[in-house]
């Protein structure tokens, strides 16, 4: 549904990829791969009117790629910010005799002079709206509800809206340290509504500090002071002073945290209450790219508890399995759940939480960019089986159906048109790029017929065919990964697929090829004949009188010859 950040990208030029070298190249290597393009594509080569003009545009663009990448100063700039970091606004005041580090810090400064310009024209909106539904009526009608029942009449069970609230944010930065955000909230239960508005001024102190002075009016004004300071490089710690004005006199309460990193992926926090409910809490949290643990114990009035709750992130599948277990003074309750990406900004979250004296409650929650919604449906006062049965397979049921008639039908075509976009906006461009490579293709020719005669003269690495673009049903091979082809059957391609074995075979080097992680569109040669789908690079070369085959990503590493590619003979 939403659209995707990166479907509107221009298409930048790839220096390091037109000189088939990585990114960490030396000088020396750019050197080589300068002055092997400039015998190329040098325009005195060719006499030809037409292959001369072709000669110098790629001329031209092999001086502008060693322009960049021979300078240290401009290289720098470049791998940094691209090829717009170069055509900045205000970038012509930086001296040539800066590092390339102060060249960096140079580009930062005039960046943020633009974001700061920009910061009066922006707002980040927050909200959540929490609808309160009782539906304890589909499980335990009272007795009473029953005495009063005519039998002749079918009783339909009743499910209400018992409560809802409704919050909302908005930040207004007015300058690079200071930040005003302005936040309300209304709720209503059972008949009774409250509502509170608070008013947010922010400064940033320094890189180890912030401090935040919070005005608020709703059930009598509240003064709030908060503050975050880091202590070490492990450390740090905030604190909040709340003065609740009312009545009978001023309310004050105190929270304060110190936190410490333990390790790479676990913290640890210490956690003071002074005031109405004061209590003495510590938690641990453990989080790295495949879980997220935490456990906390909590000593205080008017209760003490202690959680355990774990999350296993399935990346691959945009999936979280979420398990917890919270008990003490209250009672218990234990909670499962899973949580899905739906969208490029949307997450979907159902889980059920069964709990003495609590009961069994039902939450669905939706985040959508900036917004949330949640919807807590209370099934069941009592432990009672069948609501926990129903709460658990009932949101996969559902899910499942509305992925498959709903969800599934407007992703794919959100990302059809986000290809179109892609394209089109890529249009003037491609079809440029389409040019430069069937020109460089032309003026390779001689040049690939003496690399391929010197490599068939000493049964070298012969490319005997080469196509890169949209492959489908390459065997080996599936859409999430490269895999190495060892059968004769001929894959199947669609339109959108380039013949370039001339530009490849042009690339070997004593008997051996070599591509880099990176799309290989920005290849001499080469272009992207099909913009926003995934494309394979398949290749069948000889090595040693042997036939070969190998199918590799856009975006992925390449070297052959390998004793791995090479294809049994039947």
Known sequence: MEENDDAGALIEEDYYTFFNIPRDATQEEISN?????????????????????????????????????????????????????????????????????????????????????????????????????????????????????????????????????????????????????????????????????????????????????????????TFTLKGFRTLTKRTFSNMATVFHFTPHGIRPDIVTTLATQLDKHTVGYLTWRAGTHSSMSTTIVRDNTTSHAAFSMQFGIPHSFFSLSYTHKLEEMELKLRGSIKAGTFGAVVEYGAEKKVSQHSWLAASVAVGIPSGVTLKIKLSRANQTYIFPIRLSDELIPSPVFYATVTPVIVWAVVKKLIVDPIVHEQK?????????????????????????????????????SDEEAKRGLVIIKALYGRLVNVPGVSTSGAGEAGSSTEPEYLDEVIDVMIPLQCLVKDAKLVLHEASKSQLPGFYDPCVGEEKLLLVHYLFHSHVHEVVVQDNESLRIPKQSHRVNAT
């Open 33 to 221: 791969a300068y002055r092997r393009s400039s015998r190329l594509y040098h325009p005195d080569k060719h006499v030809d009117p037409i292959r001369k003009k072709e000669a110098e545009i790629l001329f031209n663009k092999t001086k502008k790629a060693y322009e960049v990448l021979g300078d240290p100063h401009q290289r720098a700039i470049y791998d940094s910010l691209g090829t717009h970091g170069l055509e900045t606004e205000g970038w012509e005041i930086v001296q040539r005799t800066k590092t390339p580090q102060e060249i960096r810090e140079e580009y930062e400064r005039l960046a943020r002079e633009r974001d700061e310009r920009k910061l009066q024209q922006r707002t980040n909106p927050k909200g959540s709206v929490t609808v309160h539904i009782n539906a304890t009526d589909l499980f335990s009608r009272y007795k009473d509800d029953l005495a009063y029942d005519d039998s002749e009449n079918v009783h339909f069970p009743t499910v209400e809206v018992s409560g809802m609230s409704i919050t909302q944010s908005i930040e207004a930065p007015l300058t690079l340290r200071d930040t005003m955000t302005m936040s309300g909230q209304l709720s209503t239960q059972n008949g009774t509504g409250t509502g509170s508005v608070v008013v947010s001024l922010r400064r940033l102190l320094s890189e180890k500090g912030w401090l935040e002075v919070d005005l608020g009016a709703g059930n009598g004004p």
């Open 416 to 452: 059809k048109r986000d290809k179109e976009k892609q394209r089109e906006l890529n249009k003037t461009r491609m079809a440029e790029k389409k040019r430069e490579a069937q020109a460089a293709v032309e003026l390779m020719r001689a040049t690939f017929a003496r690399v391929r």
